[in-house]
């Protein structure tokens, strides 16, 4: 009987505190929905195109705006060859959204959010449904979304194919001179080296090309 008297009060504290985690246990098991992630690249080449200009707008319209489920607005790395940024990945519910803008050929991936108007028609394709008050003020009062590089200000995938262009051209006539035997020779006059000079000249030269900006010291402040 002590021993049983002993026992009883952890018995009942233990059968009290199963109670009591229950029906949390049971809450928790219901799926719950993650509602609407939009993630704006903050890699290199999207901070240079003005990608935390973008998420404060992007923040600001979609604070304004009315959706039937939570909207979070972060950060991410890059999302790929996508272009010209800034660039945006959209997640409703774990699930990744394309773009379904005119002429943006369905990706995955939201390209050139460089406005009021850019960033409320993507918001309104993500289920966030923006007031046209709300987009004409941001339009004059958030910071210009444009792009810092300094040279060579075009979209990425034309700066490659440039650098490969590029390439192609020094490339041939180093590859003839090889075969011919008038290797570091110009305009018929030796100059030892002069051809590896270039080379590494070009290929250091075409690592810079169009990064030059204001963004290569912002790291990941936002």
Avoid at 2 to 22: D, E, V
Avoid at 25 to 53: F, M, N, Q, W, Y
Avoid at 78 to 88: A, H, I, R, T, Y
Wanted: net charge positive.
């Amino acid at each position: 009987l002590k021993m049983h008297c002993k026992f009883f009060p952890l018995t009942s504290g233990c059968i009290f505190l199963l109670l009591l985690i229950s029906p949390a246990r049971s809450l928790s098991s219901v799926p719950l929905g993650k509602g609407t992630e939009i993630r704006v690249c903050h890699d290199r080449d999207c901070l240079t195109d003005g990608a935390v200009e973008a998420k404060k707008l992007v923040e600001t319209l979609a604070k304004s705006g009315r959706s039937q489920s939570p909207v979070t607005v972060t950060t991410c790395g890059c999302l790929g060859p996508c272009g010209k940024g800034p660039s945006v990945d959209i997640r409703i519910d774990g699930v990744k959204v394309k773009d379904s803008r005119v002429g943006q050929s369905n990706y995955y991936c939201f390209r050139k959010i460089d406005s009021a108007e850019a960033a409320a028609d993507m918001l309104q394709i993500a289920g966030v449904d923006v007031p046209e008050k709300a987009i004409q003020r941001a339009s004059l009062d958030a910071e210009p979304v444009v792009s810092t590089r300094k040279f060579l200000d075009f979209d990425r995938t034309t700066r490659i194919a440039l650098q490969r262009l590029l390439y192609a051209t020094v490339a041939l006539p180093i590859i003839d001179a090889d075969q011919n035997g008038t290797w570091d020779q110009i305009n018929g006059v030796v100059y030892p080296n002069s051809y590896a000079a270039i080379i590494a000249i070009v290929f250091i030269g075409s690592q810079f090309m169009g990064t030059g900006s204001k963004a290569n010291s912002l790291g990941t402040q936002e």
